[in-house]
């Protein structure tokens, strides 16, 4: 796997869910539940994984789509 971004913002990740999700490219978010364990939504940001194979694409889609200032 490989890192695409990093957010605390959750309708940003919703939203790069549902545009990746629709070129058939499966994410992952970590620390998704640490920041309900720090009681902060803003302590640590989520990482959006994507697999190695798909990370190209997952790049290109979101460049595309005006959020690759965004990317890791």
């Not at 695409?4 to 790069?16: G, P």
């Not at 629709?22 to 920041?35: A, H, W, Y």
């Amino acid at each position: 796997m490989k890192e695409l971004l990093r957010s605390n913002e959750i309708v940003f990740l919703s939203w790069t869910e549902a545009i990746l999700k629709s070129e058939g490219i499966e994410i992952f978010v970590l620390d998704g539940n640490m920041s309900v364990l720090e009681g902060s939504v803003i302590a640590i940001p989520r990482r959006v994984m994507v697999l190695e194979k798909d990370y190209t694409r997952a790049c290109a889609v979101l460049e595309n789509a005006g959020e690759g200032s965004r990317l890791v």
